[in-house]
């Protein structure tokens, strides 16, 4: 009798544990040390433990669909709004319904089919060379098509999230021809073939490689707050510049760096305190203080040196077209020859 009682209460402590286990697992994208730091803290705040598979979003959302029912994962963390529309679309994702996070985040970056939410949001901007460009000669991502930067520009390649979201927004807004036409005419005006990533661009510039590039903003406060000289002097060879700002333009490119919640996460009421964790205006302080990203809680300020290029028009496109054109973009940068 005793050894049934132990055996059954055995059994009871490993289903409980199954159950009960205090923890969040996240499929994430991101790849910035700011992360690492978010996590330690909701730890310490919650007691809950939070588990993290790093892998790029296209692995992450193969192991989603091939783990099904069976999945751990509570949470798919992306750097690009479009990853989360193809989860989105594949079935993985299901609503998220917290009043906290409708309260935390500017409306105008939410999904409006509520299967993911924003934790902080980017630009993809125009940075130039203090010496060889003129402010006055910069305006809108049309332009960079013009012959007078013939040479000049430097950006990196096509296979890179970050740029196949820039064209599937030019593809949203104006229409394939024009991305077609546009891209053919960038790869003319390519200082060089595409290589490195958008911290190479901007250190290419500083060498005298090229005069202006197409980065991600937060990549400009990396480089100056960096302890590498080379990148401090990197940073300081450019200037910002919000391209699209005109009467009538769109508004620069934005990308939202986001969260859905799984299909049949686990560990639901762990993930949605995480979400609401991750929006607060703590967080979201540690998020811009150390990565230089826009805050997804518009009670934030960005970071003192984003601070300094002003306020800027975003593109106000629903950021489920970034996904929508996705398979465009990539024939289109495929027919225009950009590598
Ligand atoms: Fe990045």
């Known amino acids: 009798m005793k050894k049934i009682i132990l055996l059954l209460l055995v059994t009871l402590s490993i289903s409980c544990n199954k159950k009960n286990l205090n923890e969040v697992n ?110 006055e000669d910069l305006d809108t991502y049309e332009d960079l098509a013009n ?38 005419n960038i790869v003319q005006n390519f200082a060089r073939d595409p290589k490195g990533n958008d911290r190479d661009q901007v250190k290419a510039i500083a060498a005298g490689q090229g005069d202006l590039a197409i980065v991600n903003s937060y990549y400009i406060g990396l480089l100056l707050s960096s302890e590498k000289e080379e990148e401090i002097k990197a940073g300081k060879s450019i200037k910002v510049f919000f391209p699209n700002q005109g009467e009538g333009q769109t508004g620069s490119h934005i990308n939202a760096s986001g969260i859905g919640l799984t299909k049949n996460s686990p560990n639901k009421l762990n993930a949605i305190k995480l979400l609401e964790y991750l929006t607060s205006i703590e967080a979201q302080e540690t998020y811009v203080n150390t990565s230089f990203e826009y805050p997804a809680n518009p009670n934030v300020q960005p970071h003192e040196i984003v601070k300094e290029w002003g306020d800027f028009k975003k593109d106000s496109l629903d950021l489920n077209n970034l996904g929508k054109f996705r398979e465009d973009a990539i024939l289109i940068f495929d027919k225009a020859g950009w590598k």
């Open 26 to 135: 996240l499929y994430s994208q991101r790849h910035y040390n700011v992360d690492k730091k978010q996590y330690e803290n909701f730890e310490k705040l919650t007691g809950i433990k939070v588990n993290v598979v790093k892998a790029n979003a296209d692995e992450l959302i193969e192991r989603l669909k091939n783990e099904g029912k069976n999945s751990p994962a509570d949470l798919f963390i992306t750097v690009d709004a479009g990853k989360l529309y193809k989860a989105t679309e594949l079935g993985l994702l299901q609503k998220i319904d917290s009043e906290i996070i409708n309260k935390n985040v500017d409306p105008k970056l939410m999904d409006p089919n509520g299967f993911w939410i924003p934790i902080t949001f980017r630009s993809r901007i125009i940075v130039y060379s203090k010496d060889r460009v003129k402010k």
């Open 147 to 184: 012959e007078k930067w013939k040479g000049r520009i430097l950006v990196r390649s096509s296979s890179n999230s970050y740029n196949q979201a820039l064209l599937s927004s030019i593809i949203a807004n104006h229409g394939l021809d024009l991305a077609l036409e546009w891209s053919k």
